[in-house]
């Protein structure tokens, strides 16, 4: 008799080469636990004479997700050959895989998970020839859900039609030209529809200088000092997720000396409901020195608790 994976959501095991397994035969996922919620780690404080505590701070902890595995195939070689199809999407173990549970709506929720434990390849002279059972564990030290297809916003510096048919700014010098605006100044509202707050990375496409991206709704800010300049075809990307936060330009060069001291590079994020109302984030984007090349982009992922 064939078993029956999980019909309910569907999980399928990549690796950074693209490999892929899915879970859904010959090798079925027949039970899985630790896709839901996660249990926070908490801390308390507790006053002289206080009944009970207050709460300071509250933080997810690593994911720990089971997957048991039946292995239903027609011979044993074929069976040796998806194990080590199996382990091989697991061998890097310094290097993110990815898992993705497909639901019968379409959504997608990835995890960023490494291998932890478990495919003991356990077998008993009782088990049916072709057949096995196993147990895998992946730890995702980042516990939150996303789906897996970036969004991308993207400011530029508008020039109103009537400079581009030679209008602006005359001045009655010997040759005339004109001056066309050279600063970007934009507020955007984005409904953030995660449901967990998400750590985009901006890219500052040159020139531009004296950035600053402000997020209204949690009045964090990204601040470029006076003294920063992006130069011409070049990039600096402002990386705001856990695990990197880090500002490089586009050889890779450390521009963090761009940033000023105060700005909120550790905690700058999109906030989901309720922190912003249904989600709506006001971001107010100013930056000068800009030209029609001059582009300043967030790219985010929807975030969630559980998948």
Same mark, same amino acid.
């Given at each position: 008799m064939t078993p029956v994976a999980i019909q309910q959501e569907y999980v399928t095991l990549r690796n950074s080469a693209g490999d892929a397994v899915a879970l859904t035969g010959p090798i079925y996922l027949t039970e899985h636990d630790g896709l839901g919620l $996660? +249990? @926070? +780690?908490r801390f308390?404080? #507790?006053g002289p004479q206080q009944h009970g505590q207050s709460l300071g701070a509250a933080y997810l902890q690593p994911r720990v997700v089971t997957l048991r595995l039946h292995y239903h195939m027609t011979s044993e070689p074929l069976l040796e050959t998806h194990r080590g199809i199996l382990q091989t999407i697991l061998n890097d173990l310094n290097?993110?895989?990815? &898992? /993705?549970v497909t639901y019968p709506s379409g959504h997608v929720r990835r995890l960023d998970v490494y291998y932890y434990d478990g495919m003991p390849a356990r077998r008993a002279a009782t088990d049916l020839y072709y057949n096995a059972d196993d147990v895998l564990q992946l730890i995702a030290d980042d516990p939150v859900f996303y789906d897996p297809t970036p969004i991308t916003e993207v400011w530029r510096l508008e020039v109103p039609a009537y400079y581009l048919l030679g209008g602006g700014l005359t001045i009655p010098w010997r040759i005339p030209f004109w001056i066309a605006p050279s600063t970007i #100044?934009? *507020?955007a509202r984005i409904d953030y529809e995660g449901g967990w707050e998400s750590? @985009? $990375?901006w890219a500052v496409t040159g020139p531009a200088s004296r950035v600053r991206i402000h997020n209204l709704t949690t009045d964090e800010v990204i601040q470029f000092t006076d003294a920063s300049f992006v130069e011409p075809g070049d990039i $600096? *990307? $402002? /990386? &705001?997720r856990y695990g990197h936060k880090d500002v490089r330009n586009l050889v890779g060069e450390s521009q963090i000396?761009?940033?000023t001291d105060d700005s909120d590079i550790a905690t700058w994020h999109l906030a989901p409901h309720a922190e912003a109302i249904d989600g709506r984030n006001v971001l107010r984007i100013l930056a000068s020195d800009c030209t029609e090349d001059t582009r300043i982009s967030m790219t985010y992922y929807l975030r969630y608790f559980g998948s």
């Open positions: $996660v +249990r @926070p +780690r308390t404080r #507790s290097h993110q895989i990815y &898992l /993705d #100044s934009e *507020t750590y @985009p $990375v $600096v *990307t $402002v /990386d &705001l000396a761009f940033i």
